[in-house]
């Protein structure tokens, strides 16, 4: 005997149905416009930066900017060599992976291989806590606490230098490597761990030798994404590192970034659209080729070393 369905009841159902292919044409659109919004942004930021590039390298030769090693452009006679201003960046880099890597590489190991479930719940989100510190807040942590230490160890050093602002960059980026190496870390199947465990292996041997190697494109992915966080860092390295624009070799002398150089001249006193305003637009490129080039260097890295489980 059939059942006759009433006409409410296949009124609603189909009320359900229309909203639900409604939300299923709906939602997909809105998404795709935010994805639209963050690609357009992005566009829009690279294109302000050639454009206002071109205007600096029609008034300035493109050898001179990447060949030189004075950069004076605020006196006379300008000089508008970049090489001080990268030689400065990354000497900082440099001190603060010294710093960061060790450190952060370790800790992650000791969270995914060695901590108990209780100590890693309560030591990660501590860890974690010094990447919500406010950047300036280093910066006169690294000017006030720091180089005293320093100079009080080698006392040559001078107040703005580079080791002090490199140092706490280092410890800035601590929590991004290590959190991020160790959920690359943790994601290593235990089926390995427990196949090593059963020939004989010890944990650090199955920590170094068998995770480690495992889980390295996520690590190397937490380096590249901390190393750029370093060389883009502004406030630390302009209040601790100086505003020398000097060709940086020793670490205990002070220095200018690209950052701390796009801070200095965007405080108002250059004159709008002059060739000294627009050396801000070819340093900022210079920025962006760096970190675009390490990006695509690491995500070669990851490819070629990724594993498939």
Do not use: C, H
């Not at 029609?58 to 050898?63: I, L, Q, S």
């Not at 901590?115 to 006169?140: Q, S």
């Amino acid at each position: 005997m059939d059942k006759k369905v009433s006409p409410q009841l296949t009124k609603v159902n189909y009320k359900k149905k229309k909203n639900v292919l409604s939300s299923d044409v709906l939602i997909p659109k809105i998404l795709a416009f935010f994805a639209v919004i963050s690609i357009m942004t992005t566009v829009g930021i690279v294109l302000i930066l050639i454009v206002e590039s071109f205007g600096f390298f029609r008034e300035v030769p493109f050898w001179e900017f990447i060949s030189g090693i004075q950069w004076t452009p605020l006196f006379e006679p300008p000089q508008y060599g970049i090489l001080p201003l990268i030689s400065g960046t990354l000497l900082i880099t440099l001190i603060a992976s010294a710093v960061a890597i060790p450190i952060g590489l370790g800790s992650a190991i000791y969270l995914s291989e060695y901590a108990p479930a209780k100590v890693r719940n309560i030591v990660k989100p501590i860890l974690e806590i010094l990447a919500g510190i406010p950047t300036i807040v280093y910066g006169f942590f690294a000017l006030t606490f720091v180089t005293p230490v320093l100079r009080f160890i080698i006392p040559q050093t001078e107040i703005f230098n580079a080791l002090s602002a490199g140092i706490v960059v280092g410890i800035m980026i601590i929590p991004i490597i290590s959190s991020l190496s160790e959920d690359a870390m943790v994601a290593v199947p235990t089926a390995l761990r427990n196949g090593a465990y059963a020939l004989g292996s010890t944990r650090l041997e199955v920590a170094l030798k068998i995770v480690v190697p495992a889980a390295f494109s996520g690590i190397v992915a937490s380096f590249v994404l901390g190393l750029s966080r370093a060389i883009g860092e502004t406030m630390i390295v302009t209040l601790a590192a100086g505003n020398m624009a000097v060709m940086a070799y020793n670490p205990l002398q002070s220095l200018q970034t690209l950052t701390a150089y796009i801070v200095s001249v965007s405080s108002g006193d250059t004159r709008y659209g002059s060739i000294e305003y627009l050396t801000i637009y070819a340093v900022g490129m210079t920025l962006f080729v760096m970190t675009l080039a390490m990006n695509i260097l690491a995500s070669y890295i990851s490819r070629k070393f990724r594993e498939e489980y």
